[in-house]
């Protein structure tokens, strides 16, 4: 095929078409949300896609699918793969008949995440292997080939593209999509499926037993390989090889690792033939460790000697920086350019329109000196109006509300979830609360759709992620069946509403439930909902500044009087909060 | 240096960045060079300051060095000072004239430099500007900021102006394809020093 200039993410999504899967599942997860978005709309290859309710889920879904001898993917973003990691341990004891790979996205910088933990910790500690790609088109080719290792080993297959990756493009060339079908058929086989101690402890041998095979055909496959051109070297992995690849000098021995485990023979036969080797990767020292293992009179340095940062990216100027402290001398120098200081940030903002603004908003007038946990959404933008104070991990703002409560805590405690987080992990927080007692307010987010991410749909969405028909799940009657008995269900744009709802909800104890519910503005625009923008009467605005507090990016102000701009999305709320009446729908009075 | 032409695009989230470098990558590839590009997905996208990097004949890694690019093309003027570090001393910058004034400025009580005293202090670069979103309107779409400001840096960048339109063609959703390209020749026609 001629090359495209395709998204790391949609190259990755080809690769499994060419692999010929049959069964896909994920959670939605920048930077990986892309991948299910495209197989879930392609039309070359129909077989089962589906966004799942949260990452253990979706990988029990294709573990499951693979046992039946179907190849699968499951993917999520790094911090999702904690939540299937339970699974995960033990599908590395039971393995696989069909290919498993696990697709899981690294974002070092934290670019839209809350740490920079690192996948590849997840693949030692479950012994099974991971690929870990330079580039684009390494990402799949890579991709096409883990379904086979995976069938090799019956061993799942963890595929760590990084946010550089994912959200990278290039000229890539593709394979052809594969037309042939599998269909799955459960062989029973409890020695290998139900994994009792007694079972457990020969699967874990037999696991064992494999490792030092991979190793090797990792080395045979050429994800490992190495050019020896000196006395000294750079070992590197990931998208830091490509960083390295452009300024490194001639006479510098250079190794890629691309795949782990990683063979310690091979290592040791690099590493001693070296005086000194600088190891630069991003996030965890996972090769450097191995190289450290091996070394005997070699000198390394990495992050462990402060030669590369721990935190963050890596860049071509950063890995140049690197190789200058260890005494290599990078082809390029990159100049020293600051930036010009005092320029006004320009943050992310909820959108115009946005109903989590407007809950938001009544939550704070209602609940003056509340305590707001959150959790992780678009709505983690509402840390601007001062109305997150916790955030960190999916699905604990209930819980870590209980807790505050529970520590005896007396201020109000306010919880804000969204309506696919909830889903996701936020359902047995709230069981608990209401089990055990917590005195705690839970606004549910409702906008019916995974947004932040893209715009997913969600069990509450009313379809599926292929476009079929579902029943929207009911979130009173989910709160309700937790033992919630104050459910109470409100649109936000009814800012008068929605205060009076808050005030009713002030007033009593225990769990009390509100669900603020209305759709998101973007996929409101898609479906073809318009609404009238809305315009400041100047001679009735009275510069009081009480709409600037709301912070809609559709009102801008010169010489301190409002004007609204065309990104209004006409939801109104302004109007209700003017207390001069001086916000109207153009040309109304 | 690496050899290939570096490209920075900078804008708010919204302003269709992503489109743009669809439109250069998807030129390359009609010309047969290779690309590499990084674009801001995820969060960042709600209106916040993204960049897209475009490296045309790129080999490795996707992102530019600050002090390397050869061109920086920005959707917002405020973003052109935000990012002006990208270019080398003197470097060439294609600029919107027009800002947007971040809503945290406002919330804040921040100072935000007007429109002039931008100008002013990127007054080292060669720069040229263009007031996008006049010409949006008159293509037909205050949308089509993004295809207009393509028009006015094409003079500037290494692939034929025919393939760049072509690939506009290519890359906008077909009932906009007439509007982005008149906005491509009034971005094209319209550039000046400012
Ligand atoms: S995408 Fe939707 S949920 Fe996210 S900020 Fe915009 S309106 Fe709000
Ligand atoms: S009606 Fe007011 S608050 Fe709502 S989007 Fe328009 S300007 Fe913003």
Request: charged share 20%; net charge negative; with cysteine.
């Amino acid at each position: 095929m001629a090359a495209q200039y395709l998204l790391g993410n949609e190259a990755i999504a080809h690769a499994c078409l060419e692999a010929a899967i049959d069964v896909a599942s994920g959670y939605p997860g920048t930077p990986s949300s892309e991948v299910i978005d495209i197989l879930r709309m392609q039309d070359e290859r129909p077989f089962h896609v589906e966004w799942s309710v949260n990452e253990k889920v979706a990988f029990e879904i294709a573990l499951a699918a693979a046992w039946c001898g179907v190849r699968s993917l499951c993917t999520m973003k790094h911090v999702g793969l904690n939540v299937a990691a339970d699974p995960l341990m033990t599908s590395a004891y039971t393995g696989v008949t069909g290919g498993f790979a696990l697709l899981v996205a690294d974002d070092p910088f934290a670019h839209s995440s809350q740490n920079e933990q690192d996948s590849r910790r997840y693949a030692h500690f479950a012994r099974i292997p991971c690929l870990d790609p330079a580039s684009v088109q390494e990402a799949h080719d890579m991709m096409v080939e883990s379904f086979a290792l995976s069938e090799e080993f019956g061993l799942p297959v963890i595929v760590r593209p990084t946010t550089r990756i994912c959200h990278s493009k290039s000229d890539v060339r593709l394979g052809d999509v594969r037309g042939e079908h599998r269909t799955g058929t459960f062989r029973h086989d409890p020695k290998q499926y139900v994994t009792i101690p007694a079972h457990a402890r020969l699967l874990h041998r037999h696991l064992n037993d494999k490792q030092s095979r991979i190793k090797k055909r990792l080395v045979e496959r050429g994800f490992n390989h190495h050019t020896i051109r000196g006395e000294t070297a750079i070992v590197a992995s990931g998208v830091a090889a490509a960083y390295v690849q452009e300024v490194i000098p001639d006479n510098v021995s250079f190794a890629k690792v691309g795949a782990y485990p990683i063979d310690e023979e091979w290592l040791k036969d690099f590493v001693d033939q070296h005086r000194t080797v600088l190891v630069i990767e991003e996030l965890a020292p996972v090769v450097e460790e191995a190289v450290r293992q091996v070394a005997t009179t070699t000198e390394v340095s990495g992050k462990m000697t402060g030669t590369v940062p721990y935190e963050g990216e890596l860049s071509p100027a950063s890995v140049a920086a690197a190789m200058r402290r260890a005494g290599f001398a990078p082809t390029e120098t990159f100049p020293d350019a600051t930036p010009v200081q005092g320029v006004p940030p320009r943050p992310p903002i909820l959108c115009a329109g946005c109903m989590h603004r407007a809950t938001f908003f009544a939550m704070k007038k209602v609940f003056r000196d509340g305590i707001f946990p959150s959790d992780i959404g678009c709505y983690t933008l509402g840390l601007q109006l001062g109305a997150v104070d916790t955030t960190i991990c999916m699905g604990a703002s209930i819980t870590v509300g209980s807790g505050i409560a529970h520590s005896g805590e007396e201020r109000d405690v306010v919880c804000t979830i969204g309506d696919s987080t909830f889903l996701h992990t936020g359902i047995p927080g709230l069981l608990n609360a209401v089990y055990n007692g917590a005195n705690i307010i839970v606004v549910i987010l409702d906008n019916r759709i995974t947004a932040m991410t893209g715009h997913q749909p969600n069990p509450a969405t009313g379809v599926t992620a292929t476009g079929e028909p579902s029943p929207p799940t009911s979130l009173e009657a989910i709160c309700r069946a937790c033992g919630a008995t104050f459910v109470e269900t409100v649109d936000p744009y009814d800012l008068p509403l929605l205060l009076e709802t808050f005030r009713q909800a002030k007033e009593r104890k225990g769990v009390r439930v509100i669900i603020s519910r209305q759709p998101c503005v973007i996929s409101a625009r898609r479906a073809g909902i318009r609404r009238k923008p809305y315009t400041v009467d100047t001679e009735q605005c009275t510069g009081c500044g009480a709409c600037r507090a709301f912070g809609c990016p559709a009102i801008a102000f010169a010489d301190g009087r409002p004007t609204i701009t065309d990104l209004c999305a006409g939801c109104g709320v302004c109007a209700d909060i003017c207390p001069s009446g001086a916000i109207h729908t153009e040309g109304r009075r | 240096m690496s050899g290939s032409f570096d490209i920075l695009i900078v804008g708010i989230g919204g302003q269709g960045t992503v489109l743009a470098s669809n439109v250069l990558g998807e030129a390359c590839i009609m010309e047969n060079r290779t690309v590499r590009s990084a674009e801001t997905h995820g969060m960042a996208q709600r209106g916040g300051s993204v960049e897209s990097h475009i490296r045309i004949g790129g080999q490795h890694g996707s992102l530019i060095a600050p002090g390397t690019a050869e061109l920086l093309i920005a959707f917002d003027l405020l973003e052109a000072l935000r990012y002006r570090h990208y270019l080398p001393p003197g470097g060439r910058l294609v600029t919107n004239r027009r800002l947007v004034v971040p809503t945290s400025v406002y919330m804040q009580g921040l100072d935000a430099p007007d429109e002039e005293a931008i100008i002013a202090a990127l007054g080292d670069l060669d720069l040229s500007c263009v007031d996008a979103a006049a010409l949006a309107r008159e293509a037909g779409s205050p949308l089509a900021q993004n295809i207009v400001m393509l028009g006015a840096a094409s003079h500037h960048i290494p692939l034929a102006s025919g393939t760049v339109l072509e690939a506009v063609r290519r890359c906008v959703p077909k009932k906009t394809v007439d509007i982005n390209v008149r906005a491509f020749q009034l971005g094209r026609d319209a550039v000046k020093r400012c």
